[in-house]
């Protein structure tokens, strides 16, 4: 008997429900038990924040020493192609494996930031007194410029990381399909452009660590001034 189209998507959407509804709970025990050790949304956020800036950080020193692997390759003649292409397939790699980690970063970050936002929009309509109300509103409203002002740079950064990983793999595919002294030479040329999007990336990541800093900065202060209000 065939299924009815209908019924298809009913049984679709029930399942989306259920598997949102699964991952709220999820994240409703998580921040309860995290609750009872002390570590309020906030705090949960201030350390996925950092953690994210350790892994772009990390992310710099792979990208780096990849390049200097792309620029020791061009540099000396009569290498032996096939270590140099595994060596620079393994700085890939790990460049790959360090992108991936900046983004699962960023990703936790959204997710907790999200609640946290969440929440206290939704407790700013609680307050009876409405000094204390425009106060708070005000400094949501600064901790969420702030925070758009960090993830955007965050997406910046990573969205240079992937066109870096682009150039990179094209040019360890271009070795590995042209095992010859031939291919070492054209691999010359796209050093100063490989460079020169690495350079770009570490800037970029730069500026996403100060506003990380910023943020940051604005959550403890806001913390600081809730404490004394």
């Known amino acids: 008997m065939k299924e009815s189209p209908i019924l298809a998507k009913i049984v679709v959407n029930l399942l989306l429900m259920f598997s949102v509804s699964l991952l709220s709970s999820c994240s ?5 038990a995290m609750e009872k050790f002390g570590y309020s949304k906030r705090d949960i956020l201030v350390d996925r ?12 020193e792979e990208f780096k020493s990849a390049l200097e692997q792309f620029f020791l390759v061009v540099k000396v003649e009569n290498s032996n192609l096939k270590e ?3 060596n620079l397939n393994a700085e890939y790699e790990a460049c790959l494996a360090a992108a991936e980690a900046v ?20 407790e ?3 307050y009876q007194n409405q000094s204390l109300q425009l106060s708070s509103r005000q400094r949501l409203q600064d901790a969420w410029g702030k925070y758009n002002e960090m993830l955007s740079s965050m997406h910046q950064a990573n969205e240079s990381m992937t066109a870096v990983l682009f150039t990179f793999r094209d040019n360890v595919l271009f070795l590995k399909h042209n095992l010859n002294a031939q291919a070492i030479g054209a691999l010359k040329n796209e050093f100063s452009v490989l460079k020169i999007e690495i350079d770009r990336l570490v800037l970029r990541m730069n500026s996403s660590i100060e506003k990380s800093n910023t943020f940051i900065d604005e959550l403890k202060n806001t913390n600081k001034r809730l404490r004394y209000q």
């Open 28 to 32: 409703d025990v998580y921040y309860t």
């Open 49 to 60: 924040v950092e953690k994210t800036q350790e892994a772009q950080s990390e992310a710099q």
């Open 124 to 126: 700013l309509e609680m």
């Open 103 to 122: 983004a699962l970063r960023i990703e936790n970050v959204e997710s907790v930031s999200k609640d946290l936002f969440s929440e206290w929009s939704k």
């Open 84 to 86: 140099t292409y595994l």
